[in-house]
Nanobody, 114 residues
Framework: QVRLVESGGGLVQAGGSLRLSCAVS????????MGWYRQAPGKQRELVAT???????NYADSVKGRFTISRDNAKNTVYLQMNSLKAEDTAVYYC????????WGQGTQVTVSS
């Protein structure tokens, strides 16, 4: 059973930064394309960034140039560095395999005040 534990969220002013972490257990982590998703109140969950086992990343247009996804395969952990945060980045952030096939974790709340 794969377990996902997200952490690192919080309250930050617009223009600030946060670094999210996601610890993954129970999978052959290095083989998985991992992603960070977010869900704002009243909106559908959206995929914002993905990273392959080899480190190739892709981003949604809304976060390109501001967010950076990375991973440490030795620690089974994926990260999301978020810079130049905007109020519209406020959401619960989740990690999962890029197809969303694992059971979802509890997520971590990111709130950006304007």
């Amino acid at each position: 059973q794969v377990r996902l534990v997200e952490s690192g969220g919080g309250l930050v002013q617009a223009g600030g930064s946060l670094r999210l972490s996601c610890a993954v257990s129970g999978s052959i982590f290095r083989l998985n394309v991992m992603g960070w998703y977010r869900q704002a109140p009243g909106k559908q969950r959206e995929l914002v960034a993905t990273i392959t086992g080899g480190g190739t990343s892709n981003y949604a247009d809304s976060v390109k140039g501001r967010f950076t996804i990375s991973r440490d395969n030795a620690k089974n952990t994926v990260y999301l560095q978020m810079n130049s945060l905007k109020a519209e980045d406020t959401a619960v952030y989740y990690c999962n395999e890029a197809g969303g096939v694992f059971n979802w974790g509890q997520g971590t709340q990111v709130t950006v005040s304007s």
